[in-house]
């Protein structure tokens, strides 16, 4: 089925542990995003590649670092993990090719604890 | 820069009436306006979304909304609640042109719908 794969599903980490979220879509998208979604927060941008081999800081980057692999993938990476990234963290991913936004498809999430 | 207040945390109704859900943006340009749906433990999705093409926008599950520029709002409605209406909606403001498709989330309002 076409659409946004995101690994793992949940992840429990020890402060100072490191981790990679994965993420894949098939739908041929040049835009993909990571969020984050807190409790009465919504969901804050933390990356963007607005196309293959670029990548840019979003609103809350601290701590995050992200790797464009290629059309399809763009990963996720937490050096130190610290107990304030516990969230559940969403990849997405858009067509911004033409002059119409039509919003995102959205990955299923991966909730992040970390004690 | 763009944002997104959506009015009211939580809404409760009961079942059969009248859902509306309030959404006011600010944007320096011409916006495209979303609304998406989360039901627990999933991801979002797409309800519906405003591209300058029609004022009233309709969308999945009887849902629709109406774009007022006078009164920068996009409110969220249903005329007849569901059960299966009880979720989370998040309204979503992009300016394409200078963003790169990026959107800006509210806080959200979770939906409560009673028997």
Redesign the interface.
């Known amino acids: 089925n076409a659409g946004v794969t995101q690994t793992p599903k949940f992840q429990v980490l020890k402060t100072g542990q490191s981790m990679t979220l994965q993420c894949a879509q098939d739908m041929n998208h040049n835009?993909m995003?990571w969020?984050r979604q807190d409790p009465?927060?919504?969901?804050?941008?933390i990356y963007?590649s607005?196309s293959e081999g670029t990548t840019?800081k979003?609103e809350v980057p601290n701590g995050y670092n992200v790797s464009r692999l290629n059309k399809r993938e763009f990963s996720l990476r937490l050096e130190s993990a610290a107990p304030s990234q516990t969230s559940v963290y969403?990849c997405a991913s858009?067509d911004?090719t033409g002059?119409?936004?039509?919003?995102?498809?959205?990955?299923?999430?991966t909730r992040l604890t970390v004690v | 820069a763009q944002s997104v207040t959506q009015l009211g945390s939580h809404v409760s109704v009961s079942e059969g009436a009248l859902v509306l859900l309030r959404c006011n943006y600010s944007s320096s340009v011409p916006p495209y306006l979303f609304w998406y749906v989360q039901y627990p433990n999933q991801g979002l999705q797409l309800l519906l979304k405003y591209t300058s093409a029609a004022t009233l926008v309709k969308g999945i599950n009887g849902f629709e909304a109406e774009f007022k520029k006078s009164e920068t709002s996009f409110h969220l409605t249903k005329p007849s609640a569901h059960m299966s209406d009880a979720a989370e909606y998040f309204c979503a403001v992009s300016d394409l042109a200078a963003s790169y498709g990026k959107l800006t989330f509210g806080q959200g309002t979770i939906l409560t719908v009673h028997p």
């Not at chain 1, 002059?99 to 999430?109: K, V």
Request: proline share 4%; hydrophobic share 25%.
């Open positions: 835009s995003y969020y009465g927060m919504g969901l804050r941008l963007y607005a840019d979003g969403f858009s911004t002059p119409i936004n039509y919003g995102y498809t959205f990955g299923s999430g």
